[in-house]
């Protein structure tokens, strides 16, 4: 039986992963590992592959797209699997930019939600909703998505994916439509739940270093369909080798949204994740 508190334990293994649509190379070649416990990011700007291939990750690639290599999940392969033909075990929860599209419009919050506790009792949907710092939440739970602002409904759409119950989540871009302010909050609630013994991987996709910074604790950056570089925040951040990461870096310190009091404290790599890339 697999230990999931163990940082060594290999969540999400993709190896010589390439996608392509219409005969055109989208994701060329890429290989990465993420372990149990970890917040890994995919950087990289409006092109690069990276929604993509958190799409194949998912099992939701679009229409056409030809993928070879290998997605393994909890050891399972599902590179040819669309997301609900996949065994339990491999399934994997996602959180995407638009909350608005990802929940029912016509449906009550606390409908939404009820329908999501498979696995879950109402006691810990309870202590799930309080973690999200959520106010008012009989209150909320009796509204439409639509009465809701921008970042209750990202909150309500982690909720969502953490109700699962899977050991991997992929959250594509959450924080994108967000305020400064919300964006905070929500990252912020990412952070506080991955540090959870039972909270599953993560893995970030975002266009933002800072935002990356803020809570990730290592990091791919992707150009042009491949990782042309990787390691923890803080080598991306003081030691980049790419010129590409380089000017990523350089934005962010241009605009102040990089600085040393908006990191979490303890996005450092941990040492067992550390020595099994190493070795």
């Not at 803020?214 to 980049?240: D, F, K, T, W, Y």
Request: charged letters at 15%.
């Amino acid at each position: 039986m697999i230990n999931w508190n163990r940082h060594t334990d290999a969540i999400l293994q993709v190896e010589n992963l390439s996608l392509s649509i219409g005969g055109e190379t989208k994701v060329s070649d890429i290989s990465f590992t993420l372990f149990a416990g970890e917040r890994v990011c995919l950087l990289g700007a409006s092109g690069s592959g990276k929604s993509l291939t958190a799409k194949a990750i998912i099992g939701t690639p679009p229409s056409g797209c030809q993928i070879s290599g290998s997605i393994r999940v909890n050891g399972e392969e599902v590179s040819q699997l669309k997301a609900l033909a996949r065994p339990q075990v491999s399934r994997v929860s996602a959180v995407f930019q638009d909350s608005a599209t990802a929940l029912n419009p016509l449906m009550p919050l606390g409908k939404q939600l009820s329908l999501a506790l498979k696995t879950t009792s109402s006691s810990e949907l309870s202590a799930l909703l309080a973690a999200m710092k959520l106010d008012d939440i009989p209150n909320l739970l009796q509204r439409y998505p639509a009465e809701l602002s921008g970042g209750q409904r990202q909150r309500i759409c982690i909720t969502l994916a953490l109700l699962g119950k899977t050991r991997l989540l992929v959250a594509d871009e959450p924080t994108t439509a967000l305020d400064v302010i919300t964006q905070k909050q929500v990252l912020q609630v990412l952070q506080e739940r991955s540090a959870q013994p039972d909270a599953p991987a993560l893995l970030f996709i975002t266009h933002d270093i800072a935002v990356a910074a803020q809570l990730c604790q290592r990091g791919l950056v992707m150009e042009n369909g491949r990782v042309i570089e990787s390691g923890s925040m803080q080598q991306l951040l003081n030691a980049p080798q790419q010129p590409y990461t380089r000017s990523l870096v350089a934005a962010a310190r241009r605009a102040d949204t990089l600085l040393s009091d908006n990191l979490f404290p303890d996005n450092v790599l941990p040492t067992a994740v550390a020595g099994a890339l190493a070795g």
